[in-house]
Structure formats: structure tokens, C-alpha cells
């Protein structure tokens, strides 16, 4: 008898002392880490896989893996969709004030600018996509959300009347968190603005091709980015009027997790399409042959 | 709730206090008519100092204010013969927008507003005021039937913004308010839009493209309710009076940034304290405005209104001077 208890104990003994009581593993932050060096690999923010930065870059910023489109600036967006050397920008000295004095504004201008490389939400101006010309806004989610206040606002109308002056097509890639609170009923008003100048083209024939791009809510998409002859996403492109978390908080319930994307958006009918970031170029460059007037540009 | 505000309280209290020193006197038989009479000139002073005094937030308490009267209240006192037209011949007919056709001193004209319930079933029925995509899709099949027979257009706004909700989404809220912005940039009628209660953001704005804005003196606009922007700033949407203040949302600050044409003046203490009064002041500048527009082509008023828009933004070109030169001599040799 005695013997049974001893072989017992000596048995529930192997467990190291120490370790009792407390989580067997370490914590997430204690393993010990691989060392890559900043900016060689890129994680996935959708499905977590890893790859090389330079392979994502071949692969136009589309994860392999899972195909998810990662959000770009305006700037590789252009290099990545106009004609080489082709590009002329607009109104790259338009730059934001602080209109209303509006708390943490005129510091965070500053910083934006720094984060992104960019002097403000939106890069306007033209060139050339398959060989035929185009007036581009290209939007930026790295600048300030992408939000648009009264320099998005007047760089995104001067961009729609120089199409409308030249007859030239338009091409809007979207991307924005709604207008820019820190400019308060001035940014409202930019989506009249816009919109106005959209009337304007629409009435003399002028083509506008929207491209919407994740995540695009708000404002912006309640004015120019739903306002196009033809409206396109890329995958998985989140957006809509009113953000999920509004949303759910209203209704006080949880939302689908395709909600308000560009897939589901195509179900309900706010989409012409849905196009990879691959065939984007491709598309454009043919729905702007096909309204290019006989007899070639 | 009382018809009067916290800021308002001081009045209250002062007015009480004489109601109280009146009738001591009378069951007395004492004679307070001095005292009563300094009482009546402090209560005057006082008046003065806080009705001249609102701030921000008290002004966004007062848009709010739950006998506020709505658009179907300024309708129903400023014009005749108002016969209301329903839906959007698409879906549905969204109780948070209404309109009609009306006579605005015997001149047909279409009206439209967004509509706040006046109780809570009321409410419910209305969504609060706050529209779905065919609640824009009316207005603007209303406005383009306006367009179509030359009838002025008339709006009310006063919505804490376009309905956030599954259905609202699925059915295109983003298009519906754009393409109201597009369309109404387009009519060849003249367009008032008089903000009378809450203007808040998109949803507001879908019926606000007009030659002519005017506010009414405590309504409050901006681009995202005061609540809102606490909430997504300060991640704590009960700090909205703050937001209120640095947000200049009040008619006075839209006036300054040009963005409105005129101050509605209300009655003392607010448009709920006599909605007639409210009413007339709102009906004789409709009358003005219209008559200057009117003046004017269609093409005109279609300018007319690209203008007032097209110059709304606060910006800086900061010309780079050293490249100025460079710029003209290309041009001087293509030339």
C-alpha cells in the first residue's frame, strides 16, 4: 500500500514546480522573435502569410496568398496604372489651412504630410493609360484617411473642369473616410462642389470612369465616387454611406462580415463591376478606347 | 421635458420669484409694486444677457428642442393649399421626407423637408427625421417634376443625417444623396433652402444644393452631428457640447464663411416660443428671394447656383516661384 501511494506522487512530481498555477506557455510577446530586417517582408493583414516585399511589389501589392488588395498611395497607384513618364500632376501646390482654428488641425497637416510623402489626400493631373489620355484624381488613404476638405474638394472640381475644358475622359480612384471633420460644413460643402462640377461634365458628354478603391465611405462616396458613367471596385473594397460601427451601433446587432463590400455591392446593384488590381489598367485603358471619338485622339 | 433650456433657468426662477411676490402681496394685502417693478427690469436685463449670449452648444440644444417646429409646421403656416405627394416609384415612400405642391402667396410652387416625428410613434414611423436612398429619391422626383412644369423649389432641412442602417446601404444611400447633389446642380427653377432645425451632413445636404441657403438664427449645419464628431475625435460622443463649440456649426459662423446667404431671425428664446412669428419671418424672405431670382434665365440660375458652390473651400497656393519663370519660357516657345 504504501508502496502504490509513493509510485503516485512520484508520477504527478515531473511537472516542474514552478510552472504551477500559472499559464504552462509563454505569452505571446515572450517567444522569442526571428530578426527580419524592416521593410524585406510584408504580412498579409488579411490572412497573415508572409512574402517577400519585392515579390508583393511585382504582384501589383495583391497578397498570393489570399488575394487580398492592399491599400496603396496615390503615387504607386499612378505609377502602377499610368503610362511611363507620361504623368503630369496638377495643382501640386494647393495646400491645406485651418479655416476654423479647429483643435490639433495645423499639427497634424504637418504630420500627415510626413507619414504619407504626399502634401495632401488627393493627386490630380494627366496622362496617358494603354496610349489614351485621361484626367486622374488619385486618392490616398495614408493622408489624413483619405478625407476630403477644401483642397481634396478643389483639386478633385479643377481636375473634373479641365476634363470638361479639354473633353477629355476622367478617371477618379477613390479612397476616403468620409469628409474631413477638422473643416467642418467647408468639407460638406465640397461634395456640392464636386458634384456640381460632375453636372457640368455630364451634361457636355464627358466620360467619368469611378474606381472605387478600400475603403471609400462618407462623404466621398456620397458625392463623386458613386457618381460615375461607369463604377468599378477592386476586391474585397469596403464601401458605403455609413461606417459598420455606426451601423451596428444603431442597430444594435452584428453585421455580416461581406457587408459593404465591393462584392456585395455588385449583389445589390451599386456596381458595374468588380475588377483585379491586375486587369485594372486593361479595363480602363479599353472602356477609354471604346468612348474615344472616331478618327483616333 | 420643460419648454425651457438649463441655459434659460436663471429667467424661470426670476419669473417664479415674482409670480410668488405678486400673489404673497395679494393674499396680504401688502403692496410690492416697487419691488415688482425692480424684479421686471432685472428679469428684462437678464433676458437680454442670456438670449444674446447663446453659445454653440446651447444653439445645438435649441435645433434640437422637442417643440421645434418641423418642416409640415412651417409648411402649414407659410403657404396654401399644400397638397402632399407621395413615394419614390421605386421602392417606397420614406415618411422622413415630404413634399408637395403648394402656393407660396398664390405662386404654385414645390416644397419639400425632411420631417422629425412630433411623438415617438410619430418618430418611429419617420425614422427620426433621418431618410433612406427613397427618401431622397422622392425629393428628387419632386424636384424634377418641379423642373418640368418651372415651379420654384422650397426646402426644409432638418435631419441629424441620411439613416444609418443595413437596408439604407443595400439600397444605394451613397448614390442616392450624390445623385441628388448632381441633379439639383442641374435645375433651370430657382431652389431656396432654409435650414430650420439640425442640418446634419450628407443627409442635409442632399436637399441643400440651392441658389439661396438661409438659416434660421439657433439652427445649427455642419458635416458630422457634434455627437458624431466627439465620438470619432475623443472617442466619447457625450463630450458633443465641446465638439459644438469647436465645430462652427451656428448660422452666425456659416454667414461669416459665406456659405449661407441669410440669418433667419427667430422669435425671443427661440422658434418653439411662437411658431407664427417663425413662420411669417421665413415667409417674407422666400418672398424676396424669389422675386430676385425670378428675375433671372434658367441658364442663369444654373450659374447662379455653380457659382455659390464652386467658390466655397479655405486653401493656400503656394506658388513656387523659382519654377514660375521656367513655366513661361516653355510656354513663350511653343508659342
Not at chain 2, 435645433?63 to 393649399?81: C, K, M, V, Y
Not at chain 2, 428628387?140 to 437596408?167: C, E, H, S, V
Request: net charge negative; glycine share 8%; proline share 4%.
Amino acid at each position: 500500500m504504501f508502496k502504490d501511494l509513493f509510485q503516485k506522487k512520484r508520477k504527478y512530481a515531473t511537472i516542474p514546480s514552478e510552472r504551477l498555477g500559472s499559464d504552462p506557455l509563454p505569452a505571446e510577446g515572450d517567444r522569442p522573435k526571428r530578426e527580419i530586417p524592416e521593410g524585406l517582408m510584408n504580412k498579409c493583414s488579411r490572412c497573415g502569410s508572409i512574402q517577400y516585399s519585392k515579390e508583393l511589389e511585382k504582384n501589383l501589392k495583391v497578397c498570393s496568398s489570399c488575394g487580398h488588395h492592399m491599400r496603396l498611395n496615390a503615387m504607386e497607384r499612378i505609377r502602377m496604372t499610368v503610362d511611363e513618364g507620361s504623368f503630369i500632376e496638377y495643382d501640386e501646390d494647393l495646400v491645406s489651412v485651418d479655416p476654423l482654428s479647429f483643435p490639433g488641425y495645423a499639427s497634424k497637416l504637418e504630420q500627415q504630410k510626413m507619414k504619407s510623402g504626399l502634401r495632401e489626400a488627393v493627386v490630380t493631373g494627366e496622362g496617358l493609360v494603354g496610349g489614351f489620355p485621361a484626367v486622374m484624381a488619385v486618392m490616398s488613404f495614408d493622408f489624413f484617411s483619405g478625407s476630403m476638405g477644401s483642397v481634396v474638394g478643389e483639386k478633385i472640381t479643377r481636375a473634373i473642369e479641365t476634363a470638361t475644358e479639354k473633353r477629355l475622359p476622367l478617371v477618379i480612384f477613390s479612397t476616403s473616410g468620409g469628409a474631413r471633420m477638422q473643416e467642418s460644413i467647408l468639407s460638406l460643402m465640397q461634395m456640392a462642389k464636386t458634384s456640381a462640377a460632375l453636372a457640368r461634365l455630364d451634361e457636355q458628354g464627358g466620360l467619368f470612369i469611378s474606381v472605387i478603391t478600400d475603403p471609400t465611405t462618407g462623404g466621398v462616396s456620397a458625392s463623386f465616387a458613386m457618381l460615375g458613367d461607369i463604377i468599378m471596385a477592386e476586391p474585397g473594397a469596403v464601401f458605403g454611406f455609413a461606417g459598420r460601427i455606426v451601423i451596428e451601433q444603431t442597430i444594435r446587432q452584428k453585421l455580416p462580415d461581406d457587408f459593404q463590400t465591393a462584392e456585395f455591392n455588385l449583389q445589390h446593384g451599386q456596381l458595374d463591376m468588380v475588377v483585379h488590381r491586375k486587369e485594372m489598367r486593361a479595363t480602363l485603358s479599353k472602356l477609354l478606347e471604346m468612348h474615344t471619338p472616331k478618327g483616333g485622339v | 421635458m420643460a419648454v425651457e433650456m438649463p441655459f434659460e433657468a436663471p429667467l424661470a426662477q426670476l419669473r417664479e420669484k415674482i409670480r410668488e411676490l405678486e400673489q404673497f402681496g395679494q393674499e396680504k394685502g401688502i403692496d410690492f409694486s416697487e419691488e415688482i417693478a425692480r424684479l421686471e427690469e432685472r428679469y428684462k436685463e437678464l433676458e437680454e444677457e442670456i438670449y444674446s449670449n447663446i453659445s454653440p452648444s446651447q444653439k445645438m440644444h435649441l435645433a434640437r428642442h422637442h417643440q421645434r417646429p418641423t418642416s409640415l409646421d412651417l409648411i402649414g403656416l407659410i403657404f396654401e393649399d399644400y397638397m402632399e405627394l407621395h413615394g419614390d416609384r421605386l421602392f417606397g415612400d420614406d415618411l422622413a421626407v415630404v413634399g408637395g405642391l403648394a402656393k407660396l402667396d398664390g405662386v404654385p410652387v414645390t416644397v419639400l423637408g425632411q420631417q422629425r416625428g412630433k411623438d415617438t410613434k410619430d418618430n418611429i414611423a419617420r425614422f427620426f427625421g433621418s431618410a433612406h436612398p427613397e427618401g431622397f429619391r422622392k425629393a428628387l422626383r419632386l424636384m424634377r417634376q418641379a423642373d418640368k412644369f418651372g415651379r420654384p423649389i422650397i426646402t426644409f432641412i432638418d435631419t441629424k443625417g441620411a439613416y444609418p442602417g443595413i437596408t439604407a446601404e443595400e439600397r444605394g444611400q451613397s448614390e442616392a444623396i450624390a445623385r441628388n447633389l448632381l441633379e439639383m446642380a442641374k435645375l433651370r427653377v430657382p431652389v431656396i433652402c432654409v435650414v430650420i432645425g439640425e442640418g446634419g451632413s450628407g443627409g442635409a445636404l442632399a436637399l441643400g444644393v440651392g441658389n439661396r441657403v438661409l438659416m434660421l438664427e439657433n439652427a445649427i449645419y455642419s458635416v458630422i452631428s457634434p455627437n458624431g464628431a466627439a465620438s470619432i475625435l475623443w472617442k466619447d460622443a457625450s463630450k458633443a457640447d465641446q465638439a459644438a463649440e469647436a465645430m462652427k456649426i451656428t448660422a452666425q459662423d456659416l454667414l461669416e464663411m459665406e456659405v449661407i446667404e441669410e440669418i433667419v431671425p427667430e422669435p425671443r428664446g427661440g422658434a418653439h416660443r411662437d411658431y407664427e412669428e417663425a413662420a411669417a419671418a421665413i415667409k417674407e424672405r422666400l418672398l424676396r428671394h424669389l422675386e430676385e431670382l425670378s428675375a433671372l434665365h434658367p441658364d442663369e440660375l444654373v450659374e447662379d447656383r455653380y457659382r455659390k458652390f464652386r467658390k466655397i473651400g479655405e486653401f493656400e497656393e503656394q506658388r513656387k516661384t523659382a519654377e514660375m519663370p521656367i513655366i513661361d519660357t516653355v510656354t513663350a516657345s511653343n508659342d
